[in-house]
């Protein structure tokens, strides 16, 4: 009897258990990269992993829990609802990923000078270390792909002096959580980093102040992804919070 029981339940708890491996893949993937215990690439793996156990678990779930309402199998019900829910939960969570992704270039360099960019200085030694993208600019490339998609990333004109200028940002990027790396009020250079909470992944920024023109003080910022080819915007809203902040 009791073998029986166990062959009627093990479907449900087979949809549960690959729900529960599914909802399992998505934090394990993201802090597994960020502690260094496998590549990015081993993360993005896994993420895999669980969208296609969320496919089977919440597709298969579906069909069994029709079964479990056409046999009366009453105690198969919540078993099938809990793998099913955490499946579609799981594939909401990719799909909203995915629609960010699609949504946007696949690029990770931005500036809001694309004709000269700010160049880093610190944080090059760093980036080679860590065997990071390379920070050449190709404007050719990226230039149309960035204003179509971020025209409101443009340089910002204060009337601040340079070095209250260079003080502000630093202020600004640190309330935003940034590593500050070097300010250097003579080169009018702010460079830091930013890193996500998840992944771990790493965005260097750099802010440039300088003399303007016409007058006044001239500010760009560049933000640029350490690994990855698409960075899903998070470098254009970096930029955007820091001019907003300066803005203020």
């Known amino acids: 009897m009791d073998d029986q029981v166990a062959a009627k339940h093990w479907w449900a708890q087979a949809i549960l ?3 529960v491996i599914a909802a399992v893949c998505l934090p394990l993937g993201a802090l597994g990269t960020k502690f260094g215990l496998w590549a990015f690439t081993g993360g993005f793996m896994l993420l895999a992993a669980g ?9 298969l779930g579906v069909i069994a829990y029709i079964v479990s309402l056409r046999k009366k199998l009453l105690a198969e019900r919540s078993t099938l609802l809990i793998g099913i829910l955490l499946g579609v939960v799981v594939l909401a969570i990719l799909g909203s990923q995915y629609s960010a992704a699609s949504s946007v270039p696949p690029i990770h360099n931005i500036s809001t000078d694309t004709v000269n960019p700010p160049q880093f200085d610190k944080i090059v030694a760093i ?9 050449a600019y190709d404007t050719a490339t990226l230039a149309p792909q960035q204003m179509a998609a971020y025209p409101w990333v443009k340089s910002l004109t204060l009337t601040a002096s340079a070095d209250d200028v260079v003080d502000r940002a630093e202020a600004v990027m640190r309330d935003m959580g940034l590593e500050i790396v070097s300010a250097n009020k003579i080169t009018g250079l702010v460079e830091a980093t930013a890193t996500t909470f998840w992944f771990g992944f790493k965005d260097d920024v750099a802010v440039r102040v300088q003399a303007a023109a016409d007058g006044g003080t001239l500010v760009d910022v560049r ?16 930029i955007g919070e820091i001019l907003k902040g300066l803005g203020s």
Do not use: C, E, K, W
């Not at 969208?51 to 597709?59: D, E, K, Q, R």
């Not at 933000?223 to 970096?238: C, E, P, T, Y």
């Open 127 to 135: 980036r080679s270390a860590a065997n990071a993208n390379p920070l």
């Open 17 to 19: 258990i690959g729900g």
């Open 223 to 238: 933000s640029v992804s350490r690994v990855g080819q698409s960075d899903l915007g998070a470098n254009a809203a970096r």
């Open 51 to 59: 969208a296609v156990l969320a496919t089977l678990a919440s597709f």
